[in-house]
C-alpha cells in the first residue's frame, strides 16, 4: 500500500503532534462535518462507505449511528479498551495518531448530536491516557473542542475514562457499566445502547480503528472510501500479526485483497525456521480454531470469505501457531484467559470456563482419560448460547474447534491413548493409573 | 478564590485525608462527569487513592466512597472485580509478565520463570526486600514485541517490551529494567 489511511503515523513522522496533523489537514473533516452537514448527512456518507465496526463484531457503523432514539442528552463513547490476546492495533493508533482517532469520535459525537464523550481505555494504557489527557487540554486551548465551535451552534467536550483491567469491559454495555462506577457487567439486551446506553442516554459505543477510519470518510467522501477493499467489505483494516511469526507487527492492509498466506509469509516473514502453519486464529484468543490448509490460506481477507471458511474476521488479530504447538496447551491457555476474565454473573461462562480449565489443566499433566475429552467438548457444548454476552462463546471457540480439528493432540495426554503419550511439559507419572488416590491437585497458578 | 472547606464542599462530615491533600484532582475527576452521576469518578479516584496509600485500605475505601457517594462495601465490590487495584499490601511494584498465547508462543513462560528465578521468587510472591511483587497477567497488548512486561508502582504503569521480534528482550536486560526502578 502506498500509504496509509490509518497508520499514517509511518509516513509522517510526529504526527501525534497536534501542530503536525493540523498541517496534514488535521481537523478540516471535523470543520467541514460541523459547518458544511447535518448530523443526517454525516451519518448517510458513513453509511454509504460501508464501514464496518473494526473492533469485533464487524456491525456497520452508519446503521449503528441511526438507530440512535429520539432522546437528549446522547453520548459517544470510544471503546479503547483492547484486551483481546493478539490484538494490538488500537494502542499504535492511540500512541502515534491518536488525533486522527479524536478527528473520528468528535465527527461521530456530532453525527450523533451528542456534547460529551468518553474515550475508555484499559487501565494499562496509563501512559498514553496521560499524553491523551494533555492533547485535549490542547484541543480545548485551540478551540476544536468546547462551545459554539468553528462558529455554529454545536457544543462538544471529550474526557479519557481509564478502565483497571477487565477484559469484559469490551463488551459494549459492560464498558458502559464501568464509566458509570459499577463492576463491568454486561446488560440484558435489548435495550441496546441506541436507545438506552451511558445514564441511561442513547450512545454510540465504537471501536477506536472504527473511529480512525471516519475523518477520510467525512474529508474525501464515501465514493473515494470505497475504492479500497471489495464491495462488501470496503476499506482498509489494521491486521495485527503475532505468534509464530518472523516479523510480528500491525499492518494496514486493503480488506479482501490480500490472502492470509501473503500476510504470514510476504510481510509476517513467515513462520521461524520454516515450520509450517498449523493453525490460526483470526481474531486473537476468542477465535474459531482454522487450519493451516492451502483452502485457508489462499482465501482472501475479508468479513466474507473468512466467515466462509468457519472464522470470523472480527478485529483481524491474527495468531499464527505453527506445527510444533500442541492445541491442547493452546486451549489451556485460551482457557484459562477467558476463565480468569469471566465476570461472573451468567453461571454457564462462570462455572464452565472453571470446569473446562480444570480438565484442560489435568489434560496438560498427563492425568487425564479419553472421556476427560469427551468430557470437556459437553461442558462447552453447554455454555454455548446460554450467556448474555459474547464472553462465554469466545470462550469455547477455540475449544471446540480444536477437539473437533486436532482431536490426536488432546488423546495423545490421555492415559488410555493408543500411543504412548506425546512429550509434555512435565513427565507423566510414574505408578500406573489405579494408585492415584488421595494425590493433591495443585491449583494452576 | 473564596476557599469552601471540603466537607462542605464534598458534602463529607469525617476527616477524609485525600480531600484534604488533593482537592484540585479530585474537583478535575470530578468534573468530567455529570453531576448527578458522581459515582462514575470511582475508578479515577480509586487510582488516586492507590497513589496515596499505596494500597486500598478500608480507610481509603471509605473516603473514595465518600466523595463519590457510595458505601464502602460498593466500593470494595468495584475494587474487587478490577486486576489494577489491589486491597492488599505486597511489594512496593508489581511486576506484570505478559503470558497470554501470543507471548506464549513466544516464550513467555520460560521468560517468566527465569526472571523469577533470578529474583529469588516464585510467581505471585514478592522479593525479600519487598521491592517487587511478581504476577504472570493476561494480555497487555504488545503482543509483536514479546516477552514483555509492566511496572506497577506510584508513578502508574510502564511498558517494557521487547526491541524486536529478533531481539526479544533477555531475562538479564529485565533485571537491569528492574534495577533502575530501585534506584530510583
Not at chain 1, 366 to 386: E, P, R
Not at chain 2, 151 to 177: F, N, R
Request: aromatic residues 8%; neutral net charge; glycine residues 8%.
Amino acid at each position: 500500500m502506498p500509504e496509509h489511511i490509518l497508520l499514517r503515523h509511518r509516513d509522517i513522522p510526529d504526527l501525534h503532534q497536534l501542530e503536525v496533523y493540523l498541517q496534514h489537514g488535521g481537523y478540516e473533516a471535523f470543520k467541514k462535518a460541523v459547518t458544511t452537514m447535518t448530523p443526517q448527512q454525516v451519518i448517510d456518507e458513513v453509511r454509504n462507505s460501508g464501514l464496518r465496526g473494526r473492533g469485533g463484531a464487524g456491525f456497520p457503523t452508519g446503521v449503528k449511528w441511526g438507530f440512535l432514539t429520539k432522546a437528549f442528552p446522547r453520548y459517544v463513547v470510544a471503546n479503547s479498551d483492547e484486551s483481546e490476546p493478539g490484538t494490538f492495533k488500537d494502542r499504535e493508533l492511540l500512541e502515534r495518531n491518536p488525533h486522527q482517532f479524536f478527528e473520528g469520535l468528535m465527527i461521530a459525537a456530532y453525527a450523533a448530536q451528542a456534547n460529551l464523550a468518553y474515550n475508555y481505555m484499559r487501565g494499562e494504557f496509563w501512559n498514553i491516557a496521560l499524553r491523551l489527557d494533555a492533547a485535549l487540554d490542547e484541543l480545548r486551548a485551540r478551540g476544536f473542542l468546547g462551545q459554539n465551535l468553528f462558529g455554529a451552534a454545536y457544543s462538544l467536550d471529550i474526557h479519557n475514562h481509564l478502565g483497571a483491567g477487565a477484559y469484559i469491559c469490551g463488551e459494549e454495555s459492560a464498558l458502559l457499566e464501568s464509566i458509570e462506577g459499577k463492576l463491568g457487567q454486561p446488560r440484558l439486551k435489548p435495550p441496546f445502547p441506541a436507545d438506552k446506553g451511558l445514564y441511561n442516554k442513547p450512545t454510540v459505543v465504537n471501536n477506536t480503528e472504527t473511529l480512525a477510519n471516519v475523518p477520510f470518510i467525512i474529508a474525501k467522501g464515501a465514493a473515494e472510501y470505497r475504492k479500497f477493499g471489495t464491495e462488501k467489505s470496503p476499506g482498509v483494516k489494521v491486521f495485527c500479526l503475532s505468534g509464530n511469526v518472523n516479523r510480528p507487527g500491525n499492518y494496514e492492509l486493503e480488506l479482501g485483497k490480500f490472502t492470509l498466506r501473503q500476510l504470514i509469509d510476504d510481510f509476517g516473514g513467515g513462520a521461524p525456521g520454516g515450520k509450517k502453519v498449523k493453525a490460526i486464529l483470526m481474531s486473537g484468543a476468542s477465535s474459531n480454531v482454522l487450519m493451516g490448509t492451502d483452502d485457508v490460506l489462499d482465501a482472501p481477507m475479508d468479513y466474507e470469505t473468512i466467515q466462509a471458511k468457519g472464522a470470523a474476521l472480527g478485529s483481524a488479530s491474527v495468531i499464527v501457531v505453527d506445527e510444533s504447538v500442541d492445541m491442547a496447551w493452546l486451549t489451556l491457555k485460551t482457557t484459562r484467559f477467558f476463565k480468569h476474565e469471566s465476570c461472573g454473573k451468567c453461571t454457564p461462562c462462570r462455572e464452565g470456563t472453571y470446569w473446562m480449565l480444570n480438565l484442560l489443566e489435568r489434560l496438560n499433566k498427563n492425568d487425564a482419560v479419553k472421556a476427560d475429552v469427551d468430557l470437556l467438548n459437553t461442558v462447552a457444548a453447554q455454555i454455548q448460547n446460554k450467556c448474555l454476552c459474547p464472553l462465554g462463546e469466545f470462550a469455547i471457540a477455540p475449544v471446540l474447534t480444536s477437539l473437533k480439528q486436532f482431536r490426536a493432540d488432546f488423546d495423545a495426554h490421555t492415559k488410555d491413548a493408543a500411543k504412548k503419550p506425546a512429550p509434555a511439559a512435565r513427565p507423566a507419572p510414574a505408578r500406573p493409573a489405579p494408585a492415584k488416590a488421595a494425590e493433591p491437585a495443585p491449583a494452576g497458578d | 478564590m473564596l476557599r469552601i472547606p471540603y466537607c462542605v464542599a464534598y458534602g463529607i462530615r469525617e476527616i477524609n485525608v485525600l480531600a484534604e491533600k488533593y482537592r484540585l484532582e479530585i474537583d478535575k475527576i470530578l468534573a468530567k462527569y455529570p453531576p448527578e452521576h458522581k459515582r462514575s469518578a470511582v475508578m479515577p479516584l480509586l487510582y488516586l487513592a492507590q497513589t496515596e496509600y499505596g494500597c486500598l485500605t478500608q480507610t481509603a475505601m471509605a473516603e473514595v466512597g465518600d466523595l463519590c457517594g457510595l458505601s464502602a462495601t460498593q466500593v470494595a465490590g468495584v475494587v474487587g472485580f478490577y486486576t489494577l487495584y489491589h486491597d492488599h499490601p505486597a511489594g512496593r511494584r508489581y511486576v506484570q509478565i505478559c503470558t497470554d498465547l501470543p507471548c506464549a508462543l513466544r516464550g513467555a513462560d520460560k521468560f517468566a520463570d527465569d526472571l523469577c528465578q533470578k529474583l529469588g521468587v516464585k510467581l505471585g510472591g514478592t522479593t525479600k526486600d519487598g521491592a517487587f511483587t511478581v504476577e504472570a497477567v493476561m494480555c497487555l497488548a504488545g503482543c509483536a514485541k514479546a516477552p514483555m512486561f509492566q511496572v506497577q508502582d506510584a508513578d502508574g504503569l510502564h511498558y517494557h517490551e521487547s526491541e524486536s521480534a529478533e531481539k526479544p528482550m533477555t531475562v538479564e536486560q529485565a533485571v537491569s529494567i528492574l534495577e533502575g526502578y530501585q534506584k530510583k
